[in-house]
């Protein structure tokens, strides 16, 4: 199995509040990703980087924000978490190269009450 | 645009049986690669097979095999002898050269019955 870890695996918490998706990689993957995946549909790029100090916006809209100042760790942030954010959000990472396998954590799911 | 269509929302067959999910994408480009996911209920997602466009033959790794025809965009993913573990969502998608991201399918949802 691959080696990479999301904490929390599930949670639940009100509107309003401010939320923290932790992501770490020991693979020594350049590039991370977070996708939004609704249960049993497909999956939504939001956020991706190529390495430290990059960071990009995926093909959904998002308004969560990331961060990577090291390579090995990539977390999401919500500053205020609306019913809407509810999801698993999934991330992941690959080697540099074109074609590279992408490799997932096990998600983390999310319900806003 | 480059997409990837699965045309089969939900499938379900019996154990044992062989079960192939079909796949279509749509490219310009001359050099890409194919995948299909593999992701369990509540579990993590894991690669189940890849393939390299400009290799003609097809990839396989135990049970699973691809039927990879180019010219018609066409990237079908083999499962024989099915078991209660393989069900799951699977998901094609491909990447290129000068693209770092997947584009990916909407899933076919995989039951197999005892």
Known sequence: ?113 | AQTVTQSQPEMSVQEAETVTLSCTYDTSESNYYLFWYKQPPSRQMILVIRQEAYKQQNATENRFSVNFQKAAKSFSLKISDSQLGDTAMYFCAFSWDSNYQLIWGAGTKLIIKP
């Open chain 1, 1 to 113: 199995e691959a080696d990479i870890y999301q904490t929390p695996r599930y949670l639940v918490i009100g509107t309003g509040k401010k939320i923290t998706l932790e992501c770490s990689q020991t693979m020594g993957h350049d590039k991370m990703y977070w996708y939004q995946q609704d249960p049993g549909m497909e999956l939504h790029l939001i956020h991706y980087s190529y390495g430290v100090n990059s960071t990009e916006k995926g093909d959904l809209s998002s308004e969560s924000t990331v961060s990577r100042i090291r390579t090995e760790h990539f977390p999401l942030t919500l500053e205020s978490a609306r019913p809407s954010h509810t999801s698993q959000y999934l991330c992941a990472s690959s080697g540099r190269r074109p074609g590279n396998t992408i490799y997932f954590g096990e998600g983390s799911w999310l319900t806003v009450v």
